[in-house]
Every structure is written in C-alpha cells, then in structure tokens.
C-alpha cells in the first residue's frame, strides 16, 4: 500500500510563498497521478492540483493556476506544491493523495492513497 507523507505547512502573511513537500513510499511509474487537496473546516475538500507522474502533465483549478506548481521529484520520490503569492483564502488544510489513472484529475474520489495534511494559515 502507498504510505504518503506531508508536511512543509505554516503561517504566513498574504503574498507570502511556502513549498510543502509530500514523500510517496512507493508508485508506478507508468500509471500513477498524485495530487494536492485543500479542506476548509466544515467543508469537502477540494482538487488543487494534480500531476500524471508518466509525463509530468499538470492539472490545476482555476483558482491557483499562475500561482500554485505541482511537481514530482522522481529521484526522492517526493510531491511538491510550490504556493507563490498566497491569499486569505488559501488558508486550509493541505492533504496529498495518490493513485492509479489515466487523467491528472482534481476528483478526490479517483484516489485511495491519502496523506495526513499540513495546515496552512495565511492572515494579516
């Protein structure tokens, strides 16, 4: 079984810029995607973005595109979310999760692999 592991979270002012990594026990080269949710308590959680781990093609919601990147470190086998220019708004928990598939998707039901979470918090 896939045991994830994140951390990297903090409190930060707005504009502020964190790089939260996520360390993946195993994965399948050719099949597997990765992805970062966000939950606000008292709510769903949420796709933030996502990464085919095969061709390293990206899949973000729209609101994070231009400030959020997701990466892949093949050779630590560590996900990453680099969050630039951060927003009230982002404040949530961060949850990591992986699985098999095709599409980079921001669904949370197309994973069965799931991390711990690392708060964020971003106030003035």
């Known amino acids: 079984a896939q045991y994830l592991v994140a951390s990297g979270g903090g409190s930060l002012l707005p504009g502020g810029s964190l790089r939260s990594p996520c360390a993946a026990s195993?994965?399948?080269?050719?099949?597997?995607?990765m992805v970062w949710f966000c939950q606000v308590r008292g709510h769903g959680r949420g796709g933030v973005a996502a990464?085919?781990?095969?061709?390293?093609?990206?899949n973000y919601a729209a609101t994070v595109k231009g400030r959020f990147t997701i990466s892949f470190d093949h050779a630590k086998n560590n996900l990453y979310l680099e969050m630039n220019n951060l927003k009230v708004e982002d404040t949530a928990m961060y949850y990591c999760?992986?699985?098999?598939?095709?599409?980079?998707?921001?669904?949370?039901?197309?994973?069965?692999?799931w991390g711990q979470g690392t708060q964020v918090t971003v106030s003035s």
């Open positions: 999760a992986a699985g098999d598939g095709r599409f980079a998707s921001l669904w949370h039901g197309d994973y069965d692999s």
């Open positions: 195993t994965y399948n080269h050719n099949t597997y995607r």
């Open positions: 990464i085919r781990i095969r061709d390293a093609t990206t």
